[in-house]
């Protein structure tokens, strides 16, 4: 099967920088991606690693060591209204089109 | 563009009625998925259609059957709704080529209460 783990909640202060890291255990895997959901809102795609590395877009960065089973989001210049839930999920090999999601990590942003 | 559209929006049902959520989408998408949330728990996985005519059960499938009608639409059936069911049910499509195969696009969320 699939599990993976995060934080509950992260507090961060405007204007910095903020990491939310997700760890996984998976039967096979494709790819890792990041999803941002407001209060009362549907969740929003915000970037996928198939490969070791990091990918950039814009205030958003995503890291994946397939080796280590580890992946972070990272969120800089923080604003107001990145307080949400940021949610992992992995794209697993056993069934490959089953995507697996983690209990989300809340981050508020304090001014 | 509508992307995936759900329907109903919110639904109150009682113990022991039945109902069928609807899904669709227009973005001619191979992969469709049914996950319930519930606070604290994040998102868990229902039923998944890899393409049309194949369905597979995710981690709580208990209680729920789904059709594959079409390529656009995938339906999730409560037969005998529990208040254990009570939940936000969100719809999502993933489409196979190599920009988009990493992406679930939602729908707005099914919010469901049984009495």
């Known amino acids: 099967g699939q599990s993976l783990e995060q934080p509950s909640e992260v507090t961060a202060v405007e204007g910095a920088i903020v990491q939310m890291n997700c760890t996984y255990q998976?039967?096979?895997?494709?790819?890792l991606s990041w999803y941002q959901q407001h209060d009362g809102g549907a969740p929003t795609f915000l970037s996928y690693?198939?490969?070791?590395g990091l990918e950039e877009t814009g205030r958003f960065s995503s890291f994946l060591s397939r080796s280590d089973s580890y992946g972070y989001l990272l969120l800089q210049e923080l604003q107001m209204k990145d307080s949400a839930s940021y949610f992992c999920?992995?794209?697993?090999?056993?069934?490959?089109?089953?995507?697996?999601f983690g209990i989300g990590t809340k981050l508020q942003v304090i001014p | 563009n509508a992307g995936v559209t759900q329907t109903p929006k919110f639904q109150v049902l009682k113990t022991g009625q039945s109902m069928t959520l609807q899904c669709a989408q227009d973005?001619?998408?191979?992969?469709m998925y049914w996950y319930r949330q519930d606070p604290g728990m994040g998102l868990r996985l229902i039923y998944y259609?890899?393409?049309?005519?194949?369905?597979d059960k995710g981690e709580v499938p208990n209680g729920y059957n789904v059709s594959r009608l079409n390529k656009r639409e995938f339906s999730l059936r409560l037969e005998s709704a529990a208040p254990s069911q009570t939940s936000v049910y969100f719809c999502?499509?993933?489409?196979?080529?190599?920009?988009?195969?990493?992406?679930?696009?939602f729908g707005e969320g099914s919010r469901l209460t049984v009495l």
């Open positions: 999920a992995v794209r697993d090999s056993g069934g490959y089109q089953k995507v697996t």
């Open positions: 690693n198939a490969l070791d």
């Open positions: 259609s890899a393409s049309e005519g194949t369905t």
């Open positions: 973005m001619n998408h191979n992969s």
């Open positions: 999502a499509s993933r489409g196979t080529t190599s920009g988009t195969a990493g992406e679930l696009f």
């Open positions: 998976t039967s096979g895997f494709y790819g």
